[in-house]
Structures are given as C-alpha cells and as structure tokens.
C-alpha cells in the first residue's frame, strides 16, 4: 500500500484526467429526495453530505438485466452469439463506501464458487473501485459490527480519506488503483508526515459479536424466532435488491420465432416465487422459512462456503424496508 497526499485542486484535475482517459465514472449524485449512483463527467456533480446511496453499485458488474447469449435458428443449424466481453466499458465507480467496496468481495466469492462467471469476471476486471470513508454515520449502520469499519480498505484499489484542508489521504491498494494514479501522478505529493486518518473517521459503535450471532444461529433453524421477525414482512425483495452482496438471480428466456436470448435478471429469495416448484410444492412455503433463508444464507452458509460474509453493515435494507424491519435490531436479538 502507498500513502500519497492531493489537495482540493489537485483532486480536480485529477477526476478530469479520468474522464479524458475515456473511462465511464459512475458516482453519487444528489436528487430530489434521494443520492443514488449515476454516470458523472465534472467533479462538481459528486455528492457531498450524505451517509449512504439509497442503493448499491452492484448493478455495475450484476446489473439487474443481462443477456447471456442470444441465438438464431436457420433449419437445422442454430447460431450461438456468446457475452462479448470487448463490448464492456471501463469504469471507475467514485466515492462508494467501504461498505460498498466489501461487498464486491462477497459477489466474487458466489460468482467463482463453482464456476467462473464470465460477464461479472470481465465487468469486474475493467472496474477501479474507489471508496471515501464514512466521516459520519447514521443509526442504521452497523459495518463494525460485520468485520468492516468506515475506513475499512478491504475491496478497494484505492481509498481516499478527506482532511479539514480540502485535501485527501489517498491509500493506493491494488495495481488498478496504481494505475489510476499514474493518470495524473503530478497531481499527488509524497506525505511529509503521517497522517491518522482515524481521527476523521466516523465513530460506528459495534453492536453485537459476529462470532456469537453464528454460535446461535448454528443451533437456531427450528427456532421461533424466524415467525416472531418476520410477521410484518411483505415479501417485496426491496431489502434484497438494494444489497450490495446479495446475487438471487431468475433465467428467462425472450425467444420469438427462430431468434431469442438467454436473459439473468435480479431475484429475491425472500419472494414466494423463488423456491416454487413444477409440482407445486414450495420448500419455503412461509414469509418465515424465507426470512429465515436470508439471515442464515448471509451468516452461515456464505462463510462456510466461500469464507465471506453476506453483509457489509450498510444498513440499506432497513433504510429501505416500508414496515420498518431493521436487520440491526434482529441481530441484535439474535445474538442477546
């Protein structure tokens, strides 16, 4: 890792460096109501007072609809048009946060589980991850809580820290962040002290013990306390589609006549749908088996399989839940 400094308008140039270098800059933008990620071309557009995007920027490897492959029927003979990986752009997503930033580590693990997954690999590839930390905090985030922490670099090529003078610790992490530099490397001083950057940090109390939560949940799957969480749940995937870790995907297939393609688009194993079989039998019958699935899913089964957690501690599922399931809060109680 290399420490550099850049002040305010250092920070500019740099940013425009960015943009002539061709890349597409996605970062938080301010609407009317709401900060969500949009594609950026000046500095000043870039939110700057806000806790958290209303969602993730997961879409940008996982988007919410792709094609697969597509195909054409001649006769006998079918015509297969594969992912074309040359057709995927080079991103820089700006000002995640570290929250966000550990969340891609937890899509690669499902993604290369058992099979390496072509269009998010490339995505990934052709992606700069550039996270701020958290100088503040809401009651909803809980990432010290989860092995994370707002100045967390896990996940990043590079992390930026702002200071009371308008500049900015920069931590280069990976060779993508390295190279990012190089765009503007007149830009960027050497540190002529070292910085803490603790002292900037928001201060996010940690909550409960991870290691107790899975202690009891090892021992919890007939438990009542699935019913008692879940009764005023609707099943709307709301919380699941603004996740920055979760990949529930359904397959469709858009055929007409002799040409069609294969299409993944977001699912949500919170919807009664989603375990549905032929026969009609449904293994998750209930909003408790589900809400059940999701707690263990993300708490037991993705450690154990692919050794990362499935939460950052963003807390955008209970930002965006409309009857007010706070996932902190059930944790919590879990653990207690």
Excluded at 31 to 41: L, P, Y
Excluded at 64 to 72: D, I, V, W
Excluded at 238 to 247: E, I, L, S
Aim: hydrophobic share 35%; charged share 25%.
């Amino acid at each position: 890792m290399e420490k550099l400094y850049i002040n305010k308008n250092g920070l500019d140039q740099w940013f425009k460096q960015m943009i002539k270098g061709g890349s597409h800059v996605y970062a938080p933008v301010q609407g009317r109501d709401k900060v969500d990620f949009k594609r950026v071309t000046e500095l000043s557009e870039v939110a700057s007072d806000f806790v958290q995007t209303t969602q993730s920027i997961k879409k940008a490897v996982f988007p919410k609809a792709e094609s697969l492959f597509s195909y054409q029927k001649s006769g006998k003979n079918v015509e297969v048009q594969d992912f074309d990986a040359l057709s995927v752009s080079d991103k820089v997503l700006w000002k995640i946060r570290p929250c966000d930033a550990a969340g891609f580590a937890s899509l690669t693990g499902i993604f290369n589980w058992d099979y390496k997954d072509k269009p998010y690999n490339t995505r990934l590839e052709k992606t700069t991850l550039v996270s701020f930390s958290c100088s503040k905090s809401d009651s909803y985030c809980f990432c010290t809580s989860v092995n994370g922490g707002p100045g967390s670099t896990v996940g990043s090529d590079i992390q930026i820290t702002m200071l009371p003078d308008e500049g900015a610790l920069v931590e280069v992490l990976t060779s993508k962040g390295k190279a990012l530099v190089e765009l503007s490397a007149d830009s960027f001083e050497q540190l002529s002290k070292e910085i803490d950057k603790e002292l900037y940090l928001a201060k996010v109390p940690v909550h409960f013990a991870l290691e107790q939560v899975k202690e009891k949940l090892s021992v919890a799957f007939d438990s009542p306390v699935w019913q008692q969480q879940s009764e005023r749940c609707l099943g709307c995937g709301a919380c699941a589609f603004v996740c920055p870790t979760c990949a529930c995907f359904d397959i469709q297939e858009d055929a007409k006549g002799s040409a069609g393609r294969r299409i993944r688009c977001w699912d949500s194993c919170g919807f009664s749908l989603f375990t549905l079989h032929t026969s009609g039998h449904n293994p998750r019958p209930t909003q408790s088996t589900r809400w059940r699935q999701r707690i263990l899913h993300k708490f037991s089964y993705m450690p154990e399989r692919i050794q990362k957690m499935g939460c950052t501690g963003c807390g955008r599922c209970s930002r965006a839940c409309p009857v007010d399931m706070n996932i902190l809060e059930h944790l919590t109680s879990i653990a207690e």
